[in-house]
């Protein structure tokens, strides 16, 4: 376990089963046609990566980012920093995103996508913290409900640190208040 944290929340083997899962359901339920799998970036990246090789369907990728956090809380407001390279009209859209708590973030994503005419648009996020909720949003797809607790890793960061772990893991108080961008 990295130093900075207070505990492993999920494995590296939780995770692999869970997205392995996820990748089942998909498949199953898209059989026959082609997905779109919508990233949100970063905290995405490696959850994508996996589920995508999960999912046994023809499949087209392309990526968001977005940003409403300052460190650990949520601005309330959305940004689009990155936006789609492809249209995503007349297809399945699955938006795949890392976390769900606020749903601030999604509840905008959702309206916007909608607007590009999609045959159809599911979210399937890794992990769901429905405490946190303020804004209600359709998650057809969670690999796992977590408490709320500060987690990183297996994508999710804190300041750009924690991606690269494995596992997801709940960050320590003292990490939180001593953490740098570059140290």
Do not use: W
Request: glycine letters at 8%; hydrophobic letters at 40%; charged letters at 25%.
């Amino acid at each position: 376990m990295h130093k900075d944290l207070r505990e492993v929340l999920l494995t590296a083997e939780q995770l692999d089963a869970g997205v392995k899962a996820l990748g089942a359901r998909i498949s199953a339920d898209y059989a026959g046609r082609t997905v779109t799998l919508v990233g949100v970036l970063k905290g995405c990246l490696l959850f994508m990566s996996d589920l995508a090789k999960s999912v046994t369907l023809d499949t087209r990728m392309d990526f968001m980012m977005l940003s409403s956090y300052s460190g650990q809380h949520s601005t309330g407001v959305v940004r689009i920093l990155l936006d789609l390279k492809e249209s995503i009209e007349d297809c399945d859209v699955i938006v795949v995103e890392d976390i769900v708590d606020s749903g601030l973030t999604m509840e905008y994503m959702l309206q916007n996508l909608k607007t590009r005419r999609p045959r159809s648009v599911e979210i399937c996020t890794l992990l769901d913290k429905p405490s946190r909720r303020r804004a209600q949003v359709p998650i057809k797809y969670t690999g796992f409900q977590i408490p709320d607790k500060f987690v990183v890793g297996y994508g999710l960061d804190y300041n750009g640190i924690y991606r690269n772990l494995p596992y997801i893991g709940v960050l320590s108080e003292a990490a939180i208040e001593g953490n740098k961008t570059c140290r």
